[in-house]
């Protein structure tokens, strides 16, 4: 979560929405962004991109047309959400979203055409971040956070920030100032972690400034990408089953292309939020956001 000014305006360079509204159940993070803090947000209307599929030269595909192969490529997912139900929950049956496809859709090498391959971009891709192909059928489809709290997404837009939950989460039990400001001594910034040492008597943490802290237990909440990049060494290495977890996974590189314009040349209203452009080039900018609003 990273506010940057740019335009202007602060633009997220991170997590930018609130996933999982609607639900029977409240997903926590929606109340205190929607009735604590109040940060300015705005319902995502995903079902009108069908409306709004662009052609390579020029022109919008016709909406029935793309309504039909946008249904037929959920039809191809529930399907998917069906086997998800049949598969024992260590994963030892899981497979990769492709392979359902190819599975249920009966194309040897998944969506083929601008049209169904922009959709399947817009499906899969623009939620986690990754191609079907690396994309694990049992932990996707359903997505637990859709399964649990509802299907709907709301865009925060507030200049305060995206990071005004961290710090409204952090003042619950940390010291703050006159200002509402985190103060806490114990916290620590702008320290970089190198090494953790640790045995059964204990843990200590050295930092690139030469720093070194003690203590019995240590949680490592790094990314994926810094534990699979070595930057931090262990001492003694992780036992051999920790270490397979974190290189099961793929760390994504979720791109956020930000463009600024003398003048508004697309259409703004109702259903206009977001536009998709169908290039026979797999993933080739296919989702536009308008920031209008």
Avoid: C
Avoid at 10 to 23: K, T
Avoid at 97 to 107: D, E, I
Avoid at 110 to 116: K, R
């Amino acid at each position: 979560m990273h506010k940057h000014n740019f335009g202007g305006l602060n633009v997220e360079i991170g997590a930018n929405w609130v996933e999982g509204i609607g639900g029977d159940k409240v997903n926590p993070i929606w109340p205190m962004v929607n009735a604590t803090l109040k940060l300015r947000n705005f319902y995502s209307d995903f079902d009108s991109v069908v409306a709004n599929v662009y052609k390579e030269d020029g022109g919008l595909y016709d909406e029935d047309y793309v309504q039909e192969r946008m249904d037929r490529a959920y039809e191809v997912q529930e399907l998917g959400a069906n086997l998800t139900k049949l598969m024992h929950p260590s994963g030892r049956d899981d497979i990769s979203l492709l392979a359902m496809q190819r599975m249920f859709n009966h194309q040897p090498n998944g969506p083929a055409t601008p049209v169904d391959m922009v959709l399947d971009y817009f499906i899969y891709d623009y939620e986690f971040g990754e191609p079907p192909r690396v994309t694990s059928l049992q932990n996707t489809v359903p997505t637990p956070t859709n399964a649990d709290f509802g299907e709907d997404a709301n865009f925060v837009a507030d200049q305060r920030g995206f990071e005004s939950i961290i710090h409204y989460v952090g003042a619950s039990y940390l010291s703050t100032d006159g200002n509402g400001q985190i103060s806490d001594t114990r916290v620590l910034l702008n320290k970089v972690v190198r090494n953790i040492t640790y045995d059964d008597q204990g843990v200590v943490v050295s930092t690139e400034d030469g720093s070194s802290y003690g203590a019995d237990f240590v949680i490592v909440s790094t990314s994926l990408g810094v534990l699979q990049s070595d930057l931090i060494h262990f001492t003694p290495q992780l036992p051999f089953w920790k270490t397979v977890a974190i290189y099961r996974f793929d760390m994504a590189a979720y791109t956020k292309i930000f463009l600024k314009f003398p003048r508004r040349f697309w259409p703004v209203g109702e259903g206009k939020q977001f536009f998709v452009y169908a290039s026979r080039r797999r993933g080739y900018y296919g989702m536009w956001q308008s920031f209008e609003r």
